[in-house]
T-cell receptor, first 115, second 115 residues
């Protein structure tokens, strides 16, 4: 089936540094998402993105977070500066449509460790 | 708030046994809930197993079934006879069809099927 690729699978950085998480969504998809899962907790919605704009964001999507799809291919989540509580697995997803019953296709996640 | 509670894992069953993973939801701010089961096989991204968008309907896929019960606010996942290849982590999720595919996930249930 369609694949969403996330690179790298694990990233380690020092607190205060900037990090960019990369996502290669399904090629013809138009809606993009980031979810966050802290170890031992539920996966939680961060943000969704369509047509160059953030459509919805949760309270977890702090001011230090930003998303973009600069060249029409990779969808990125940037955190600047990072904090210890940003350590989590970040999952990217994409979907063809934006209605509430759409199937989301998820990547395998990037584990971010902030030291 | 809007949330999902599912069977705490891990769950271990023997091949050919029956399985039920419980899922209940709370949709206090969602007028038209959609319900999903997603599954993560080892080394892969989360993928949709089945979804139901109408109360009272049943969804099925790969031998799994789940019925959207609005009265009991439940969406339990069942399979009559599991196989070793069903070993995975299963996530129940609640969506809002009016809200750009924001999903509320349960904590996941790790299933191991023993030969």
């Amino acid at each position: 089936g369609p694949k969403v690729l996330q690179i790298p699978s694990h990233q380690i950085i020092d607190m205060g540094q900037m990090v960019t998480l990369n996502c290669d969504p399904v090629s013809n998809h138009l809606y993009f998402y980031w979810y966050k899962q802290i170890l031992g907790q539920q996966m939680e919605f961060l943000v969704n993105f369509y047509n160059g704009k953030v459509m919805e964001k949760s309270k977890l999507f702090k001011d230090q977070f930003s998303v973009e799809r600069p060249d029409g291919s990779y969808f990125t989540l940037k955190i600047q500066p990072t904090a210890l509580e940003d350590s989590a697995v970040y999952f990217c997803a994409s979907s063809l449509g934006g209605a509430g019953a759409e199937t989301l296709y998820f990547g395998s996640g990037t584990r971010l460790t902030v030291l | 708030g809007d949330s999902v509670t599912q069977t705490e894992g891990p769950v271990t069953v023997s091949e050919s046994e029956s399985l039920i993973i419980n899922c209940t939801y709370s949709a206090t701010s969602i007028a038209y809930p959609n319900l999903f089961w997603y599954v993560r096989y080892p080394g892969e991204g989360l993928q949709l197993l089945l979804k139901v968008i109408t109360a009272g309907q049943k969804g099925s896929s790969r031998g799994f079934e789940a019925t959207y019960n609005k009265e009991t606010t439940s969406f339990h996942l069942q399979k009559a006879s599991v196989q070793e290849s069903d070993s995975a982590v299963y996530y129940c999720a609640l969506g809002d069809r009016t809200n750009y595919n924001v999903l509320y996930f349960g904590s996941g249930t790790k299933l191991t099927v023993e030969p």
